[in-house]
């Protein structure tokens, strides 16, 4: 099974969105910080105007990050092709709520060499949305 299968294509955005905007905001404030360091290190004051300092310091690191991450997944059409894949699985496997099931984002989820690994088939009853088709009898009955 490909690594980024277990999301819906709209939980997919969702997580990229939030991703952009935590690294964004994690570079917004590197930068800032550098620069209040720096500014105390050489032991001039910050006279600077308030809009002179908004724009190039803050709005555009920002839009350009969140664009730049947003755009990965966006143009990317192998995460976009397992994510509409995972659809496809949901609705043979008889689940409800289709678009709204994400199954890699829950914390059952490990790492190892750089792969990303499930612990267990049967975790995904924590993160399912909506009745689960297989109970957990479903097998002992059969």
Known sequence: ?????????????????????????????????????????????LDFSFYEYILPLVVAPFMFTFL???????????????????????????FEDVKNQDFFGTTDHFKENGHTFKRSVMYYRRSLKGTDPYPEDYFDKK
Not at 72 to 94: I, N, W, Y
């Open 68 to 94: 730049f991450i947003f755009s990965m997944f966006f143009f990317s059409s192998d995460l976009k092709q397992a994510c509409r894949l995972s659809e496809k699985v949901f609705l043979v496997l008889g």
């Open 1 to 45: 099974m490909i690594n980024e299968m277990g999301r819906s294509l709209k939980k997919g955005y969702i997580s990229f969105i939030k991703a952009g905007i935590l690294i964004a905001l994690f570079f917004l404030l590197f930068v800032n910080i550098i620069i209040l360091i720096t500014s105390l290190l050489s032991g001039q004051s």
